[in-house]
Structures are given as C-alpha cells and as structure tokens.
C-alpha cells in the first residue's frame, strides 16, 4: 500500500494563479483532512470530509475550496492565490471506527506564492 | 524537504536519558488527547493517545500523562536514541465539534551523542 500520497510535492505561484492539490489514499478511508503548517506553528484545518460526497469547513477555511468527488481522492483548490497561502499542505484521512484518532499523513505540498 | 518550523521551544537531552515534553490544552471538554511525532521532511505520524477518563497510559518506550486539574498533556520518551528526533505535537479532538483535531504549536526534540 501506498498509504497517503501527495501531488505535487512543491509548487511556486504567482500571486492570482489557481491550482489544485491532489491527495490519494488507498487505504479505503472515509473521512480525508487538509491541513495547513506554517513555520512555528502545528497544523491547522483548512477543509475536511467525511465521505464520498461531502465536504466541511475547518478553522482556516478562507480561500480555498476541496471536493471529494471519489473516495480515495480529496482535491484542495486555490482559485486566486495570495501570498499568506504559502505553506507545507498536508492530507491525511482515517475511518471513524477502530483507532480512530490515528490519522495517516502524507508527506506534503510546499506552496510559495509570490 | 519540507521543514516543520524553525522557532519551536528546542529540549535537548543526552542520549539514553529519559525525555519529558510538555503540552498545554484548551479545551477542557475534549474527548481525547494524542501525541504525534513529525521528522524532517515528512507528515505527522500517530504515537499514542489518552482518552479524557484516563490519567496515564503506556506504549512501547512512551507515557502519556494527563492531569485534566490543570489542562495539561505530557509524553516521556524512555531511554532516548538518536531516532526519536523530531518535532513533537499534542493535540486534542472532541467529537462534539464534529471530531476535529486540535494540534498544539510542537516542542523540537534534540538527542545530544
């Protein structure tokens, strides 16, 4: 299993230019997580879902959009990017049964947007 | 790689001694509390976590304590090795809030040869 996979990996923007993060899980999870790092800081949640279909928002959900059109996948959108968006992005997902607190990561999306 | 920030509080300890971090919640209704462990360049990964009627519970080489008296989460890495480098976050979920995870700002771990 590949786990939880992320891409790409780094990305460098300009401000107003949109792009879309990938997150793959082949772990059949049902819910799936976006998270925001910033230096100094822990990880903050920009969007969240907990299945096929479904989506919510987290604490810092402004100015970006996601969409979980397939289970294994959970899309993060900047339509018109700033430069307080840059940041590590990190996906992860779990089931809500079993442990449910262990969420998987993935390795991360470095976004600078200049 | 992706780096995990570069103004976290820094402990350092002397390898094979004991580790303690330390954590300070919020939200005294929450559910459960977890422990995660971030290396360089890679995503937080799951070590333990307490449940909010409980005051200790034990994993392979690691403690979490927590004292609800005072809102406070400690984990203690029993003899310390190289390995456990890493930035360590506290975080709190409270199924209430549509079982969100709180992370805490992190505590970078340093092993001293």
């Known amino acids: 299993n590949a786990g939880v996979t992320q891409t790409p990996k780094f990305r460098v923007l300009k401000t107003g230019q949109s792009m879309t993060l990938l997150c793959a899980q082949d772990?059949?999870?049902?819910?799936m997580y976006w998270y925001r790092q910033d230096p100094g800081m822990g990880l903050r949640l920009i969007h969240y879902?907990?299945?096929?279909?479904?989506?919510a928002k987290g604490e810092v959900p402004d100015g970006y959009n996601v969409s979980r059109l397939k289970k294994q996948n959970f899309l993060l959108g900047l339509e018109s990017a700033a430069p307080s968006q840059t940041s590590v992005y990190f996906c992860?997902?779990?089931?809500?049964?079993?442990?449910?607190?262990?969420?998987?990561f993935g390795p991360g999306t470095r976004l600078t947007v200049l | 790689g992706e780096s995990v920030g570069l103004h976290l509080p820094t402990l350092s300890v002397q390898e094979g001694d004991n580790s303690i971090i330390n954590c300070a919640y919020s939200n005294s209704a929450s559910d459960y509390f977890i422990w995660y462990k971030q290396e360089s360049g890679k995503g937080p990964q799951f070590i333990i976590d307490i449940r909010s009627n409980m005051d200790k519970r034990q994993g392979q080489r690691v403690t979490v304590l927590l004292n609800k008296t005072v809102k406070h989460l400690s984990l203690q890495i029993a003899a310390t090795q190289p390995g456990d480098s890493a930035v360590y976050f506290c975080a709190e979920i409270s199924y209430s809030s549509a079982s969100k995870i709180i992370f805490g700002s992190g505590t970078r771990l340093s092993i001293r040869p």
């Open positions: 879902s907990v299945g096929e279909g479904t989506t």
């Open positions: 772990m059949n999870h049902e819910y």
């Open positions: 992860a997902s779990n089931n809500p049964g079993g442990r449910y607190n262990e969420q998987f």
